[in-house]
Every structure is written in structure tokens, then in C-alpha cells.
């Protein structure tokens, strides 16, 4: 199968400094990928949608200006959250959808990122 | 729009029992696809299991199989011979087929104990 992968796997940081967190897609071009917040035992939480080539779509109650990506190549894409506070912890995964043709066969996710505001 | 609802935080069963987890959703969408994702102490998220709502027949995979009930809404995963590995948080989820981006709607998830 295709493979997802993030760097960095787990990031420490002082209050109020950005961290970016990346998410590669290693063996297939992702025209869109997804980025995920989860808190420790819950369910993945929608943050937004990445488009390659355009802005992406933030779903509703996620600050725009707080949580950052950039979708630079069919390969990458970055979320920067900006001016981080404790409780911005949490564990943050990617995903790709693959395509066969123009269908959405199966969705791939990277193995995620934890993050610490200290 | 879809939801989808775990109504069993946590389950447990014996190694090598079998055990089911339910899922049931909501939707005004005929044609749709449903997922059963496993995400183990690791976190990493793995596909366990696939439906297409337009098929008829249950899904299996080796140990794993569904009980997909169109009408009623319900897509529960049935996990055979229990092993220890299979100790995890399962995720269902739905995914309309009219979705070019494979958008993907979360349950709650149910965490599940395997006991030697």
C-alpha cells in the first residue's frame, strides 16, 4: 500500500513559539491530504482540508490564523501551529487519500505527530 | 450531514472468544462507503475492513467480518478467535461515494481489551 510518513514524530516546545509539522506522501502524488487533532483517548477530529495548489479548507471552530498549512507540492504538505500554548497538546496525523483514476480507493495516514507546549 | 455513533466506549474478551462492536450511522445518502479502522498503541491507523454500501454481501477479511445492515443503519464489526494483538481502539467511519477527496467521518471509537 501507499505509504504516509511525518516528521517529526514528537516535538517539545516553549509556549508561544510555531512548530511545523510535515506530511509526506512518499509513494503517490496526494492532490489533497488531511489533517487530523486527536486527544488521548477520542476520536480523530477533522481539522482541515489541504489542497495542493490553493487554500486550504478549515472546518468549522478551527482558527485559520492559529493552525497553518501549506500544501507546496503533490507530495507535502505543512502545518505550522503558530504561537503555541499548552493547550494546543495533542497528537496531530495526516492522511492522503489514493486514487485509482478519478475515485477515492483507499486513505492512507501517516503515524502521526505528538506535540508538547510546555 | 453524516454522523456516526460507538454507543461502547470500552469492550474486552478472551483470547480467542469472539467479540462485536457496534456502529451505526446516519445519513440521507444511498451510495456510500464504511470503514473499520484500527488504531493500536502505536496510534498508527490501519485498515481493517471495508464495505460498500452498494454490495450486499458482508465484508470479511481473515478474522475480521461485518454485519451491515442497510436499512438500519448498522455496520458491526465482528472479530473472531481473539488474539492479543487485536487489543486496540477500533474507529468506524463513513465516506460518501460522491467524494472526490475521500473526506472520512470518525465514530467515537471503542476501545478493546484482549485478556490472556
Known amino acids: 500500500g501507499a505509504v504516509v510518513s511525518q516528521h517529526p514524530s514528537w516535538v517539545i516546545c516553549k509556549s508561544g513559539t510555531s512548530v511545523k509539522i510535515e506530511c509526506r506522501s512518499l509513494d503517490f502524488q496526494a492532490t489533497t491530504m488531511f489533517w487530523y487533532r486527536q486527544f488521548p483517548k477520542q476520536s480523530l477530529m477533522l481539522m482541515a482540508t489541504s489542497n495542493e495548489g490553493s487554500k486550504a479548507t478549515y472546518e468549522q471552530g478551527v482558527e485559520k490564523d492559529k493552525f497553518l498549512i501549506n500544501h507546496a507540492s503533490l507530495t507535502l504538505s505543512t502545518l505550522t501551529v503558530t504561537s503555541a500554548h499548552p493547550e494546543d497538546s495533542s497528537f496531530y496525523i495526516c492522511?492522503?487519500?489514493?486514487?485509482?483514476?478519478?475515485?477515492?480507493?483507499?486513505?492512507?495516514f501517516g503515524p502521526g505527530t505528538r506535540l508538547t507546549v510546555l | 450531514a453524516q454522523t456516526v455513533t460507538q454507543s461502547q466506549p470500552e469492550m474486552s474478551v478472551q483470547e480467542a472468544e469472539t467479540v462485536t462492536l457496534s456502529c451505526t450511522y446516519d445519513?440521507?445518502?444511498?451510495?456510500?462507503?464504511l470503514f473499520w479502522y484500527k488504531q493500536p498503541p502505536s496510534r498508527q491507523m490501519i485498515l481493517v475492513i471495508r464495505?460498500?454500501?452498494?454490495?450486499?454481501q458482508n465484508a470479511t477479511e481473515n478474522r475480521f467480518s461485518v454485519n451491515f445492515q442497510k436499512a438500519a443503519k448498522s455496520f458491526s464489526l465482528k472479530i473472531s478467535d481473539s488474539q492479543l494483538g487485536d487489543a486496540a481502539m477500533y474507529f468506524c467511519?463513513?465516506?460518501?461515494?460522491?467524494?472526490?477527496?475521500?473526506?472520512?467521518?470518525f465514530g467515537q471509537g471503542t476501545t478493546l481489551q484482549v485478556k490472556p
Open positions: 464495505q460498500e454500501a452498494y454490495k450486499q
Open positions: 492522511s492522503a487519500p489514493w486514487r485509482e483514476g478519478r475515485l477515492v480507493d483507499e486513505q492512507f
Open positions: 467511519a463513513y465516506r460518501s461515494h460522491g467524494s472526490n477527496t475521500g473526506k472520512l467521518i
Open positions: 445519513t440521507s445518502e444511498s451510495d456510500y462507503y
